[in-house]
């Protein structure tokens, strides 16, 4: 009786199509790898951009603000009253419904994408949106924010558009994938764009998508539908809109 031998894994002939399997899984790990390490190294590179870019934003309206503080000090000293520079961007809120709206001013209105009471959306200040809100004056609320105003809704509030789907902005990679060939990198240059109405000002503002507001706090005035200067809500509000936003956002 002849003994049977069991053959080495070695002696074993593996298939030709499981090797050229297992070298394109190989190749395609390393590839893999690769494009993983490539990546990682390209973030670390643009999270020092973003950060170098939020310090630099910080230096600019520190020294704005200085300058402004000492402009007014010199007005002061010299007996003058100081005339604070024309507003670049408002912020617009909605405050009245659709019943009994005639057909210019709702068209004004979607134009501006005011399409909810409580949709708020950032506006540049030009002859034309001045004469839109004009028109549009009983059904909104509008005046300038201030930096701290635009980043709290931004960071709180803000969704960006993305193939027409409302996505929050929780990554810098959301705005950067949309806005980057605007050199719009983060949040910060978003708020910054925002901020000093930049010549990007057009995409940025839309790309976010209107800001869904709450109800304010304590409630709209007894005479909502009155101009802000008469005691009711509508119409401009200059500085006081900041106090607004606190109470809505």
Do not use: C
Request: proline share 4%; aromatic share 8%.
């Amino acid at each position: 009786m002849s003994a049977t031998t069991v053959p080495s894994a070695s002696q074993i002939e593996v298939p030709e199509t499981l090797l050229k399997k297992r070298k394109q899984n190989e190749k395609a790990r390393e590839e893999k790898l690769k494009a993983a390490a490539e990546a990682k190294k390209a973030s670390k590179a643009r999270r020092k951009i973003v950060f170098k870019r939020a310090e630099k934003y910080v230096q600019e309206y520190l020294s704005k603000e200085k300058e402004e503080v000492r402009v007014r000090r010199a007005a002061r000293a010299a007996g003058d009253f100081y005339v604070p520079a024309q507003a670049k961007v408002y912020f617009v809120v909605r405050i009245k419904g659709i019943s009994e709206i005639a057909p210019k001013p709702r068209k004004i209105l979607q134009l501006l994408r005011l399409l909810q009471i409580n949709n708020g959306v950032f506006v540049k200040v030009t002859k034309a949106t001045e004469q839109m809100l004009r028109l549009v004056d009983p059904y909104v609320t509008y005046g300038e924010p201030n930096l701290k105003s635009v980043r709290e809704l931004v960071y709180k509030r803000g969704f960006g558009k993305v193939d027409k789907q409302r996505i929050p902005l929780t990554d810098n990679a959301i705005i950067e994938a949309a806005l980057g060939k605007f050199d719009i990198l983060s949040v910060e240059d978003l708020v910054h764009e925002i901020y000093t109405a930049g010549p990007n000002f057009k995409q940025a503002s839309n790309f976010l998508w209107p800001f869904k507001l709450s109800n304010p706090t304590g409630g709209w005035r007894t005479r909502k539908f009155k101009h802000f200067i008469e005691g009711g809500d509508h119409g401009n509000r200059e500085g006081n809109i900041n106090k607004l936003i606190r109470q809505m956002n």
